[in-house]
């Protein structure tokens, strides 16, 4: 069974920071396309940050500038740092793992964490 293991939620300040973690095993980080995607109450789930196997990322306009991913591949886990967090960043987040489709026969996949929740309040 595929884990994905999340860590680093909590509660926070506005305009503290946080850092989440990603882990999951080496076969699945070293093949997938790696996101962060979060949920608030009511809100559906949407995307934050995506890094490809090749180290290019992605930013969803409302953390650009605040929030950086990145990935350690020896370590096989991915990180979010989040900096200046405000109130309406209060969410679960949620790690995702994606198959490259540019991988020749590999079987699709898409698997997720079970979230972390981050709250920012003062």
């Known amino acids: 069974q595929v884990q994905l293991v999340e860590s680093g939620g909590g509660l926070v300040q506005p305009g503290g920071s946080l850092r989440l973690s990603c882990a999951t095993s080496?076969?699945?980080?070293?093949?997938?396309?790696m996101a962060w995607y979060r949920q608030a109450p009511g809100n559906q789930r949407e995307l934050v940050a995506i890094i490809n196997r090749g180290g290019s990322t992605h930013y969803a306009n409302f953390v650009k500038g605040r929030f950086t991913i990145s990935r350690d591949n020896t370590k096989n886990t991915m990180y979010l740092q989040m900096n200046s967090l405000k109130p309406e960043d209060t969410a679960v987040y949620y790690c995702?793992?994606?198959?490259?489709?540019?991988?020749?026969?590999?079987?699709?996949?898409?698997?997720w964490g079970q979230g972390t929740q981050v709250t920012v309040s003062s």
């Open positions: 995702n793992a994606l198959s490259d489709s540019t991988i020749l026969g590999l079987e699709t996949y898409n698997y």
């Open positions: 080496r076969g699945i980080f070293s093949s997938s396309t």
